[in-house]
């Protein structure tokens, strides 16, 4: 906005009709003490202001607004149809005038000025603004950068004082910074401790966590410097993330000897107990058997009919007890050779149907094919499937099985069920050690490791595997087997 200062009306008019003519806002003052409270109330781009005014003059004027700290930046244009001589121009310059005017005006001229200092006024505010931008963003910076190094200080601290080997690095994987304890085991700030030679490599490991950005989570055996004893430790290193972007990554080495070493010895406990249990058992179940076979009473048949149904529990239990037992200790090992899936698989499925009269266990079988595994452990896989499903299918009781040749020329077993279903979340714990799906009071029982068995079987045999389900609609559960010969049909 423009203000025109004048103590005559009719001169204020011909000004503010030029300059409104072209469009600029303007505002008046007819006289030096109105001008100044306008000028310190509003904000003006320009002031055209008149020399000659009764009481306070256009100089006495110019020189408040040049001193006043809020006013001082605005530009003045003197205008005077008196004081034309040089030095009344020299002290219009000197009060914080920008140009002078002689009255009487030229319009274009006038015009020619207002634009050319309007335009510079805006440019300045422009100017002061990104310059306030400016200085904003610093401060921010300022702030973040302080805000950076105290939470890096405060990180530092917490690493300092924990136990476990402690460091973080740079979203490059540069490490920038260890504790006292890295020191211990690695002589340089630049290398990861020595890892035994059996375990993974923790360099190809830290690729590709770098690549990925998903937490890196291995357990690794570890020495100290100047010693030979490697003890396991667990690594965990997790990104720091700003706005989905690593900033940095902080890693620690945990001491998880002791815990390995109490997972061995209860699952060396539980081995010796399983073994040992086998055997009495064993020559219970045959007593009991004896005994079976020769009472003619229906009461006691059905007293020895149930005692031997939970024999047989108890042996199942005992045989998974001692597989779990085996894996831990790296000596399931079993033959591997040519198998015949149709007749296995079709004997497991009659013997299940025996089992499980009560439901329909249906079969689609499409696949004349030899796989290289072992029968009897390919065996227990599809017992333990069909056993699952039949377990968790308590109201629907039809079990689909499914075996056929994929398009990439591998055995596909499927076992599909109604029952209860299970959770995306929890689908993948399935296939972990004790785990069950559901209230173990409400369904059969059992040590939860039929699936954990299989899945280790299946590995030992270079199997796919998995499940897809959702809750209230039941389960599938299949694995897939590398074809090794196809055989031919029988001839009708």
């Known amino acids: 906005m423009i203000l025109i200062v004048d103590d005559k009306p009719e001169n204020i008019f011909s000004l503010k009709s030029i300059l409104q003519l072209h469009s600029f806002p303007v505002d008046t003052a007819l006289s030096g003490e109105e001008a100044l409270k306008k000028a310190l109330k509003n904000s003006y781009a320009l002031i055209i202001l008149d020399v000659q005014m009764p009481g306070m003059d256009g100089f006495e004027v110019a020189g408040y607004l040049s001193e006043n700290s809020s006013t001082r930046d605005i530009p003045i244009i003197f205008l005077s149809a008196v004081n034309t001589e040089k030095k009344f121009i020299t002290k219009g310059y000197t009060s914080g005038a920008i140009d002078y005017i002689v009255k009487p005006i030229d319009p274009d001229i006038l015009i020619l000025k207002v634009k050319t200092f309007f335009r510079l006024y805006e440019q300045n505010r422009e100017l002061l603004a990104a310059h306030q931008l400016l200085q904003d963003e610093i401060e921010v910076r300022k702030k973040t950068e302080l805000l950076i190094q105290e939470k890096a200080k405060e990180l530092e601290g917490i690493l300092t004082s924990i136990p476990q080997i402690a460091f973080t690095a740079a979203p490059d994987g540069t490490i920038e910074y260890v504790n006292q304890h890295w020191f211990n085991y690695s002589p340089s700030l630049t290398d990861f401790p020595a890892v035994h030679p059996d375990d993974k490599c923790l360099i190809a490991e830290w690729k590709r966590a770098l690549l990925s950005g998903d937490i890196l989570e291995l357990e690794l055996r570890i020495t100290k410097l100047r010693e030979e004893e490697y003890k396991f430790h667990l690594l965990r290193v997790v990104p720091v993330k700003e706005k989905n972007k690593i900033v940095k990554w902080v890693g620690t080495f945990t001491n998880i000897e002791e815990q390995k070493l109490a997972v061995k010895r209860r699952d060396d406990f539980v081995g010796m107990v399983s073994h040992e249990l086998k055997t009495p058992l064993t020559s219970i179940s045959g007593y009991m058997e004896i005994i079976d076979s020769t009472v003619q009473e229906e009461e006691m048949k059905f007293f020895t009919s149930r005692i031997l149904k939970q024999v047989g529990r108890l042996h199942n239990l005992i045989n998974e007890l001692l597989d779990i037992s085996k894996m831990k200790n790296g000596k399931l090992d079993f033959v591997m050779e040519e198998v015949n899936v149709q007749q296995v698989f079709t004997d497991t499925i009659e013997m299940l149907r025996d089992i499980y009269p009560k439901n329909n266990i249906q079969c689609t079988f499409n696949a ?12 227990q896989v599809l017992i333990n499937l069909i056993s699952n499903a039949v377990k968790y299918s308590v109201l ?10 994929t398009a990439d020329n591998k055995l596909y077993c499927g076992v599909k069920d109604w029952g209860i279903g299970i959770s995306e979340d929890k689908q993948k714990a399935v296939f972990e050690k004790f785990y069950r799906v559901g209230d173990p009071m409400t369904f059969a029982q059992g040590l939860g490791v039929g699936l954990y068995i299989s899945a280790e079987i299946l590995k030992v045999h ?5 499940v897809t389900s959702k809750p209230g609609n039941g389960s599938l559960f299949y694995f897939t087997i590398p074809v090794l010969n196809r055989l031919e049909l029988p001839q009708q």
Not at 396 to 405: A, L, R
Not at 462 to 466: E, K, W
């Open 396 to 405: 629907e009781k039809n079990i689909e099985v499914t075996i056929s040749i």
């Open 368 to 379: 004349p094919v030899t796989v290289k595994g072992n029968a009897q452990r390919l065996e």
């Open 462 to 466: 270079g199997a796919d595997f998995g």
